[in-house]
Every structure is written in C-alpha cells, then in structure tokens.
C-alpha cells in the first residue's frame, strides 16, 4: 500500500528509533528532562525566539497559543479552511470561549486589507478582536505558501490594533524549503508559532509552540491544565532532534514528487482541475462532479491510498515513506484508471 493520506502516518526509520532509545530522559513536568528542553530551546534559536514548549500535537500546540493570546469572548481572525477553526474538534470556541471571524483568502492566504477590515470598533457591544491566526503552508489551500512581505503589512496592522499574530506552522518547514526563507525570518514576525515535527519531518510524536518567555510561561500552566504535561518525553524529543538532523533537507524531494502529479494529473481526462503544487500537498478535482470515495475505493483497490477533501475533491500528501518508485506505482495507477 501506498499511503498517501497524510504526511502523518510516516514511521520512525530505524536510525531514529536508535536515536529514541539512547534518549536521556528526566521528568518534563518538573523541567528535567534533558532532550526536551534542548529541543524547546533549539528550535526557539533556531527561530529567534525567546523560549518553547514541547506538545504531544499541533492541534494543542495551537489551541494553547489561542487560549494564551485571548480572554473568553474574543475574536480570532482567520481563514474559513484554518486547522484552528475546522480541525480541532471546536476547541477554539471551547477551550478558549472565543468566537471566529473568516476573511476571505485566496487558497488559505489573505491579505492585511481584509484584516483591517476584519478588526471590530471598539465598542462595548461589539467582541473584542485580539488574535490573527495564518497557515503556512495552508493545508486546504493545497499546500499554498505564504508571501512574507504580506505578513509583514499583517504585522503592521496587528501592531497598531494591539493584536496578536499566531502562524499555524504545522508545515512551515515546507513552506521554507519552498521559498529558502529562514527560521528567523518567520520568527521575527509572529508572536507565536506551532511547528509539527510529525508531519513531513517524520517523527512520530509531537510540536514545538514559540514565543516569548512570558508568553511560554502561561503556556506551560495551560498545556497543563489540558493534560498534555509529559513525563519522559525525551524520548519522543529524541525523534523530534533527528528529525531536524537528518529529514529537513529532504523536503524538497517531497515536493518534487508532488509536482510530478500534479503534472500528470493535469493530463488526465477525468481530472477537472489541480491546485497549483508548491510543496507536498497535491488537491485536485474530479471531472463531472464524480464522487470522491467510489474513486478513492478504486484507487484503494490499486494499492494507494488518498482522502476525500470534497464532494467531488482528493487530496494526496507526499512525505518521507514515499520514494520515486511509489510515485511512477502512482502515475501509473492513475493512468490506467481512465
Ligand atoms: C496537522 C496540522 C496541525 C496539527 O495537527 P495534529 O494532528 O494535532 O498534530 C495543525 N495545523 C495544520 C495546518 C495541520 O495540517
């Protein structure tokens, strides 16, 4: 089977469960585990960042962000597809009592215009604006990547109007594989940023959220108070460490994968339409409004694996487990489904 639903369902290699086992390990809660707090600390320097939190998904890594950023009865700004909005089993309205206000985006990118626009007058009978949530990459957007420089007028107006910026950077090592901007180029521009290690970069557990010292101070009670205060998760850190060592380079081989289906999927009579692919996230649209799943269960019967992403959408996710020769198994598949 070629296993092309998500980017999380990548398996340790054995270097990296090599590395897991030779984890020194203490308690996290207490602050003593070694290989924790070197992976906190590294990938805040890496971003520029003052400190960071280690979390056992991204989905809580943002769900702490937002409760940090907000009091109940705030507003986050954010895109109709946010993984904050759509993912997270409602938390955003429940773990934090905040409500959402979409702006219109082009595939998950929106511009500081419409968040100006966004920004509730302050009145006592309006809710309070207080946060502004991006993607990037955005994952319903089909990987799209963000231009920086419109995060930087987003900043601007987040500055003037006394709101935070939070970037879901569940793949942000995607997005910067993709335009070769830095770290500290993304850090310097938000006040706090969810990165996933369990997706493209192929560990099996876990994200780091950064930000300031006071920020990460109130984020280690709520990361508490949600049950996500880990033991001896150095030896999940381990994993995250190795990751970065030895699976960030590789990115690129990812997208270069998606973009050969992308290419072919653009010559196939039963495929309407494809998002234009950046990085490893492949959407496309069937022809005649065909249904999705009748299609995946022939694809699946195939040997590939994919999801519905609509009606009559599907998305394919390249990551780590898959090499060229699943790609050309792939193409091939899809070829002879006409
Ligand atoms: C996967 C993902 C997350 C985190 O998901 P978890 O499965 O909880 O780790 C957050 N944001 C985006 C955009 C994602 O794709």
Not at 165 to 192: K, Q, V, Y
Request: glycine share 8%.
């Amino acid at each position: 089977m070629i296993d092309l639903r998500s980017d999380t369902v990548t398996r340790p290699t054995s270097a990296m469960r090599a590395a897991m086992m030779a984890a020194e390990v203490g308690d996290d809660v207490f602050g003593e585990d070694p290989t924790v707090n070197a992976l906190e600390e590294r990938i805040a320097r890496l971003f520029g960042h003052e400190a960071g939190m280690f979390c056992p998904s991204g989905t809580m890594a943002n769900q702490i962000a937002v409760n940090i950023h907000t009091r109940p009865g705030d507003e986050v700004i954010c895109d109709e597809g946010a993984h904050i909005y759509r993912y997270e089993g409602g938390g955003t309205m429940v773990n934090s009592g905040c409500s959402v206000k979409f702006v219109p985006s082009d595939r998950g990118r929106f511009t500081a215009e419409r968040v100006q626009e966004a920004i509730n007058d302050d009145q006592q009978w309006l809710t309070r604006t207080r946060l502004v949530n991006f993607e990037n990459t955005c994952n319903r957007g089909g990987g799209a990547v963000w231009d920086i420089a419109e995060v930087d007028r987003i900043k601007a107006i987040c500055k003037t109007n006394g709101l935070a910026l939070h970037m879901d950077g569940a793949r942000i090592f995607n997005a910067m594989a993709a335009t070769g901007e830095s770290p500290a180029d993304w850090g310097a521009r938000c006040d706090t940023i969810s990165i996933c290690l369990s997706k493209g970069l192929g560990a099996p557990v876990g994200s780091v959220l950064i930000g300031s010292k006071e920020l990460m101070r109130q984020a280690r009670r709520v990361r508490k108070r949600l049950g996500g205060g880990m033991r001896q998760a150095g030896l999940l850190a381990a994993a995250c460490h190795y990751a970065l060592d030895h699976h960030v380079d590789r990115l690129k081989d990812d997208h270069r994968r998606a973009a050969l289906l992308e290419a072919k999927l653009l010559t196939l009579p039963y495929v309407s339409s494809v998002m234009p692919v950046r990085t490893n996230i492949v959407i496309f649209t069937l022809a005649n409004k065909q249904a999705a799943e009748p299609f995946l269960a022939k694809l699946n019967h195939r040997g590939v694996r994919a999801v519905a992403f609509g009606p009559s959408m599907v998305r394919m996710v390249l990551h780590l487990d898959v090499d060229d020769k699943d790609i050309s198994h792939v193409i091939t598949q899809l070829t002879d489904l006409q």
